[in-house]
C-alpha cells in the first residue's frame, strides 16, 4: 500500500528556493528527517544513495503564454 500526500501553492522565487534547501538539508542529515507537504510533516528516512530525476519541459503555444516547469524525483529504499 502506497500513501500519497500531496500539495500545490504559489510561492515566490525565494520561498521555492527556501523548500528547496529545507528538502536539501533533510536528504544530507543523519537519520529519519521530516519534509513539510502543506501543513503536514511527512517524517523520510533517505538511504545512501538515491534515485534521481529531473525533466524540464518548455511549451510554447500559440494563444497563450510559453511555459516552462521543472520535475524533480527522487526515490530510494529507507536504511
Keep these: 500500500m502506497a500513501d500519497r500526500t500531496s500539495y500545490d501553492e504559489e510561492l515566490s522565487q525565494e ?14 542529515s543523519d537519520g529519519p ?30 494563444f497563450r503564454s510559453d511555459r516552462e516547469s521543472v520535475h524533480l524525483d527522487m526515490a530510494w529504499t529507507p536504511d
Design 33 to 62: 528527517a521530516d519534509i513539510r507537504v502543506g501543513n503536514k510533516a511527512i517524517r523520510l528516512s533517505p538511504s545512501a544513495s538515491i534515485d534521481f530525476s529531473i525533466e524540464a519541459v518548455e511549451e510554447s503555444r500559440r
Design 15 to 28: 520561498e521555492v528556493a527556501d523548500r528547496l534547501r529545507e528538502i536539501a538539508e533533510t536528504i544530507e
